[in-house]
């Protein structure tokens, strides 16, 4: 069955400190698509990022970058010199494309950045 | 392109009254999710759309929960009665096609506190 799991419930950093959350996945389908949402303050869950099984080249878009490792089922999310407007909660997801089309979220990690 | 719109944002019920959501997905979205996601979890799927057939309902508490999506487009949850424990945040999302690759656009979600 899908799993995803983000073992760090809470985190706090200051202002321009690096900072990763970590997300695990279990799945038994061969071809998935993982996910990071990000839900501010005012509840709506916007998109970041979507991988799929087949492409595991680390991404970077600004100030966000990913690490997609199969080896370790993982997929970590890395922001670089944070913001206080990156205070949010983050969650992993996990979309199978075989055996279920339905998104499995994580527990979600919340980010708190300190001026 | 407007966005999934959600009503009403915020209703307060005491337990065992019933209670209706409303949403509106993306123009041309042909699936359609309802999530429920409690304060401090992930969002939970409770059921999915693909145009007004239901794709997946596994996790939908039946006896007090129902939902319809009349002509593939608007959708309303409903539950009745209410009980203290399905305080949360109702999330409905729309995406292109219900395969595991498309990125679920999300709602601002309506929050529903039972007294």
């Known amino acids: 069955a899908q799993k995803v799991t983000q073992a760090q419930t809470e985190i706090s950093v200051v202002e321009k400190e690096d900072v990763t959350l970590d997300c695990v996945y279990e799945?038994?389908?061969?071809?998935?698509?993982l996910f990071w949402y990000k839900q501010p303050p005012s509840g709506e869950l916007v998109f970041l990022i979507r991988?799929?099984?087949?492409?595991?080249q680390n991404e970077i878009s600004g100030r966000y970058s990913w690490n997609f490792q199969k080896s370790t089922s993982s997929f970590n999310f890395t922001i670089t010199a944070s913001q206080v407007v990156d205070s949010a909660v983050y969650f992993c997801?996990?979309?199978?494309?075989?055996?279920?089309?339905?998104?499995?979220f994580g527990p979600g990690t919340r980010l708190s950045v300190l001026p | 392109e407007a966005g999934v719109a959600q009503s009403p944002r915020y209703k307060i019920i005491e337990k065992r009254q019933s209670v209706a959501f409303w949403c509106n997905p993306i123009?041309?979205?042909?699936?359609l999710y309802w999530y429920q996601q409690i304060l401090g979890q992930g969002p939970k799927l409770l059921i999915q759309?693909?145009?007004?057939?239901?794709?997946?309902d596994s996790q939908l508490p039946k006896d007090r929960f129902s939902a319809e999506r009349l002509k593939g487009v608007d959708s309303t949850l409903k539950i009745q009665p209410a009980k203290l424990e399905d305080s949360a945040v109702y999330l409905c999302a729309s995406s292109f096609k219900g395969t595991g690759a498309n990125v679920l656009t999300f709602g601002a979600g309506s929050r529903l506190t039972v007294l």
């Open positions: 799945t038994r389908d061969t071809t998935y698509y």
């Open positions: 997801a996990l979309s199978e494309e075989n055996y279920g089309q339905n998104f499995v």
């Open positions: 759309f693909q145009n007004n057939g239901v794709v997946d």
């Open positions: 123009s041309g979205h042909a699936t």
């Open positions: 991988r799929n099984s087949f492409d595991e």
